[in-house]
């Protein structure tokens, strides 16, 4: 199963919908499609779609997809990540309205460059992208956030001792 998810900015991601639906309706995604669309305008027809939906639903869907295609929002690619998903990550892009600059371009190509994810810049490469993330290996994710909060645990302790 393939989880589309488009974040919550007031955004649309039209561009992304009518390729992934067009690529569905043609029978080049074989794959059940889900997607939570966010505040897109364009309602596709091939696949079932939710402007948003309930934590608890969203995170049953995470974990019942074999791919994450995604806007370049942290939050749902570091979610993905930690699940072991394989993420295909969309920047948004200010040109087409999708957002008011273009800072996810470069969350995306970080990821991309450290092996995490696949970097799709191009809707029209969706089809050979979605192929080639069925057959790399990639980087496995391990947030540091523990190591960060166990850093910030001893600092404060120092600061009692005195």
């Known amino acids: 199963m393939i989880f589309v998810v488009l974040g919550s900015q007031k955004f649309q991601f039209d561009r992304v919908l009518k390729k992934i639906d ?3 309706s043609a029978g080049k995604i074989k794959e ?4 939570q ?3 897109s305008n ?3 027809s091939s696949f079932e779609n939710f402007d948003f939906i309930e934590k608890e639903m969203f ?6 997809a074999d791919t994450i295609i995604c806007h370049g929002g942290t939050g749902v ?5 930690k699940k072991g998903k394989k993420v295909i990550a969309i ?8 957002h008011i600059d ?3 371009f470069q969350i995306v190509a970080l990821f991309s460059k450290l092996n995490y994810l696949e970097a799709l810049y191009d809707v029209d490469d969706l089809e050979k992208v979605l192929h080639r993330s069925k057959q790399k290996k990639y980087r496995t994710f391990q947030s540091t956030n523990a190591v960060f909060v166990n850093e910030l645990r001893k600092d404060i302790e120092k600061i009692g001792k005195r």
């Open 22 to 24: 067009s690529l569905k």
């Open 91 to 98: 920047p948004r892009d200010s040109k087409y309205g999708e």
């Open 37 to 39: 669309i966010g505040y």
């Open 59 to 64: 995170d049953q869907y995470i974990e019942k």
């Open 32 to 35: 059940e499609i889900i997607a």
């Open 102 to 104: 273009d800072h996810q």
């Open 42 to 44: 364009y309602r596709p």
């Open 77 to 81: 690619i570091i979610t993905a990540l």
